[in-house]
Structure formats: structure tokens, C-alpha cells
């Protein structure tokens, strides 16, 4: 893999701190990352609408293809040389079980966001990654 497109939410402030903390291991460049909340996106142009790829984080490889929810965040932490952190992910009987909680998760990702500190006023959070 060349390169590793991550599209994620920067409204939310636990997901624009992991992005952070994504760029800071991303020593050897693999990483992008594109806001999907940015003026002029598009998700249509990686085939998803706006809506499933607000659902879970994606993540498009250079050769086209996209990867969704815990295979975009194994595939990010590979990319830093980190994989061994979310290995259990990978682990294909344990799938089902890390594919229902991280869908929890994403759909509650803004709650979290308040729940461990970041704080948002009325589900709205609009921390930008930079």
C-alpha cells in the first residue's frame, strides 16, 4: 500500500484527536486525511453517499478500493506500523463481535466525545484537525 485516504468526521473531537494522533505516527507519509464535513466534499466520488460514510469511519487505498468501520482502522494502524495495537480486530471468528461494537460506537461517537471530556454543546462538536 502507497497511500491510505482516511475520511473522517472533524465535528467530532474524539475522531479529530485520533486523526491527530494518526498523523503525528505517520512517519513514513502513507497517510491522508480528508474532512468529510470540508465544503465541496464528495462522497459519491469514492461510490458511498455522505450518510453511510458518516456511519463508520472509510478509508480509500491508492489503487481505489474502500475499506469501511474496523478494516479501515486496522488498515490505518498497519500503515503507521502500529497494527500489533488493533490486531484483535484481524482475528476473522472475533469479526462479527469488533464489526457490532465499533458500529455502536461510531453511531454514539459524539456522546462519547462528551463522555471522555472533549465536550460538544447540543451533539454539535466542531473541533478541526489540523
Known amino acids: 500500500m502507497n497511500s491510505l485516504t482516511l475520511f473522517y ?5 474524539l475522531c479529530a484527536a485520533e486523526m491527530q ?6 512517519r513514513r507519509g502513507i497517510l491522508q486525511f480528508a474532512d468529510m464535513r ?4 464528495d ?3 469514492w461510490g458511498v453517499t455522505l450518510a453511510q460514510m458518516d456511519a463508520q ?8 478500493r474502500v475499506l469501511v468501520g474496523i478494516d479501515a482502522i486496522a488498515a490505518a494502524y498497519q500503515a503507521v ?28 461517537r459524539y456522546r462519547a466525545s462528551k463522555w471522555l471530556g472533549y465536550g460538544c454543546v447540543d451533539g454539535v462538536c466542531d473541533t478541526r484537525f489540523r
Open 81 to 108: 506500523g502500529l497494527g500489533w495495537l488493533v490486531w484483535p480486530l484481524t482475528w476473522h471468528f472475533a469479526r462479527a463481535f469488533w464489526q457490532r461494537n465499533y458500529r455502536w460506537f461510531a453511531r454514539n
Open 21 to 26: 494522533r494518526l498523523a503525528g505516527w505517520n
Open 43 to 45: 462522497a459519491q466520488r
Open 57 to 64: 469511519l472509510h478509508a480509500a487505498t491508492d489503487d481505489g
Open 9 to 13: 468526521d472533524s465535528r467530532c473531537p
Open 38 to 41: 470540508a465544503e465541496g466534499f
